[in-house]
C-alpha cells in the first residue's frame, strides 16, 4: 500500500518538466533526496513567479480595457493566452508538489494509518498528490465550517484544474462509511490516540505559545497553500473579524491582493488545532505537542 502510494506519485511526477532532472538526482543515492526536494522547490517559485508575471501583464490589459473601453483583437488574444499560461502553471506546480511528495515518501520511514478527519484536516487547502480521475490533475483536501449541531467538519477532494472554464471534479470523502489508509511520516500531533492529543494541545499553557508561534507568521507566504484563481501562494493574515483565539482569528488570503485592487475571494480558514499543528510543522518544522 506504501509502496503503491510512492510508485504513483514517482510515475506522475516524471510526466512532469522538471521530474526526470530530479528524479536523476535522487537516485544517484539516498543522501541526494534533500537535493532533489530543493531543485523541485526552486522550480516551484519560478512557476509562481511566472504566474506573477501573468497576473503583472493581465492587469496592464485590464487597465487598458477600462481606459478604451475595449480591446484590440490581439490584445483579447494575449489575454487568453495569458489565462492557458497561467492553468499550465497550475498543472505543473500540482505535479512538482506530488514530485516532492514522492521524494519524501522514499526517504521518510513511513507508517500507514487509517484516514481521520484529524488527518485530512493537517492537510486543507494543502496541494496534495492525489490524481484526478477526470483530468489526471493534482487535488487537494477542502474542509467546511464546523457544523453548529454536530461540532465536526465535513472534507472532499478537489481538482485544481479548471476545464473548459468549469472547475472539475471533487469528490465526497465520507469517513463513516469507508475506511482508508493513509502513508506518512511519523508525526506526533497526528499519531496515537485523539483524546490525548487534543488534551495536549488544549493545555491553556500550550494554547498561548502555540497563539504566540502562529501570530509571528503572520504576512508570511506558505507556497504549498496555492489560490487557484491566481496561482500564487496564499499568506497568513488576520480575519476581517478576528475572534481573538487562536481557532477563530486566523485565515490564508490570496497574495495577488493589493491596495486599490478587488480582493481575491479564495481564502482558507485557520480553524482546527491540526491545521495549525501542520502549518507550523511546515513553517517551523515543529508542530505544536513536539514544541511544547
Ligand atoms: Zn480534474
Ligand atoms: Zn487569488
Known amino acids: 500500500m506504501i509502496e503503491d502510494t510512492a510508485i504513483g506519485l514517482a510515475v506522475r511526477f516524471r510526466t512532469s518538466k522538471f521530474g526526470q532532472e530530479i528524479e536523476k538526482t535522487v537516485s ?9 526536494i530543493d531543485i523541485a522547490a526552486k522550480a516551484v517559485n519560478r512557476a509562481y513567479q511566472a504566474a506573477k508575471d501573468v497576473l503583472d501583464e493581465e492587469r496592464e490589459y485590464n487597465q ?4 478604451d473601453g475595449s480591446l484590440k483583437e ?6 487568453h493566452e495569458l489565462r492557458k499560461e497561467r492553468e499550465q502553471l497550475k498543472q505543473e506546480i500540482g505535479n512538482l508538489k506530488a514530485g516532492i511528495a514522492a521524494i519524501k515518501l522514499q526517504s521518510e520511514t513511513l507508517i500507514s494509518t487509517v484516514l481521520s478527519s484529524d488527518e485530512l484536516s493537517a492537510n486543507t ?3 496534495a498528490s492525489r490524481a484526478c480521475p477526470e483530468c489526471g490533475g493534482t487535488m487537494r483536501i477542502r474542509q467546511s465550517g464546523r457544523d453548529y449541531r454536530t461540532g465536526e467538519h465535513r472534507f472532499w477532494w478537489e481538482c485544481i484544474s479548471n476545464l473548459n472554464g468549469y472547475r472539475c471534479r471533487t469528490l465526497k470523502v465520507d469517513l463513516k462509511s469507508e475506511t482508508l489508509e493513509v502513508a506518512r511520516s511519523e508525526n506526533p500531533d497526528l499519531d496515537g490516540d485523539q483524546g490525548t492529543r487534543h488534551a495536549a494541545w488544549t493545555r491553556p499553557v500550550v494554547v498561548q505559545q502555540t497563539h504566540a508561534r502562529v501570530r509571528s507568521l503572520i504576512g508570511e507566504l506558505d507556497d504549498d497553500m496555492m489560490c487557484p484563481v491566481h ?5 497568513l493574515a488576520e480575519r476581517a473579524r478576528p475572534g481573538g483565539h487562536l481557532l477563530d482569528s486566523y485565515q490564508y488570503v490570496c497574495s495577488s491582493m493589493q491596495v486599490g485592487q478587488p480582493n481575491c475571494g479564495y481564502t482558507v480558514l485557520l480553524e482546527t488545532f491540526p491545521q495549525v499543528a501542520s502549518l507550523l510543522r511546515r513553517r ?6 513536539d514544541a511544547a
Open 284 to 289: 517551523t518544522f515543529k508542530g505544536i505537542i
Open 125 to 127: 487547502g494543502i496541494i
Open 74 to 79: 490581439a490584445d483579447e488574444e494575449r489575454l
Open 28 to 36: 544517484r543515492g539516498r543522501q541526494n533526496f534533500q537535493q532533489g
Open 64 to 67: 487598458k480595457r477600462e481606459r
Open 231 to 235: 496561482v500564487l501562494p496564499m499568506r
